[in-house]
């Protein structure tokens, strides 16, 4: 929380002025001065540009494996020779429960950013 807060205050003009602005290049700073603020390497703008589509991706791409991983456990399971054990049963009903998990957040920050990027063009509209 403070490094966002010691960036919000980098990229700040020395006087107060009334309005915010809300330029790309004022957007571009703060994620600098977050970036410096933190000791993260700085992101170039053709990865900008390319990153949270890569980032959203990636995020399918993870559960996509996540889901086959969990496909084969279950298949292999069923195939198997002997019936599942109790901790066999408790550790294959986790990882279902984890995928879900990792299913509703996924879905949930897409939402939040659908609704975000509406809001953002309601407001330049």
């Known amino acids: 929380m403070g490094v966002a807060v010691e960036a919000i205050a980098a990229v ?3 006087t107060g002025r009334g309005g915010a602005d809300n330029s790309p290049l004022t957007a571009q ?3 600098q001065a977050l970036a410096a603020a933190e ?3 700085q992101v170039g ?3 900008a540009t390319s990153n949270p589509i890569t980032g959203l991706l990636s ?3 993870q559960l996509n494996t996540e889901a086959g991983s969990l496909h084969a456990s279950a298949v292999a399971a069923e195939t198997a020779a002997h ?3 109790p901790g066999e049963m408790i550790m294959l009903t986790m990882r279902c429960n984890e995928f879900l998990f990792h299913c509703e957040l996924t879905t949930n920050v ?3 950013s659908s609704d975000g990027l509406q809001q953002l063009f309601r407001e330049q509209g």
Do not use: H, I, K, V
């Open 12 to 14: 700040m003009p020395p």
């Open 83 to 85: 019936d599942l054990t």
């Open 39 to 41: 000791g993260a390497p």
């Open 110 to 112: 897409a939402s939040r």
């Open 29 to 31: 700073a703060f994620d």
């Open 45 to 47: 703008a053709a990865d």
């Open 59 to 61: 995020s399918f791409e």
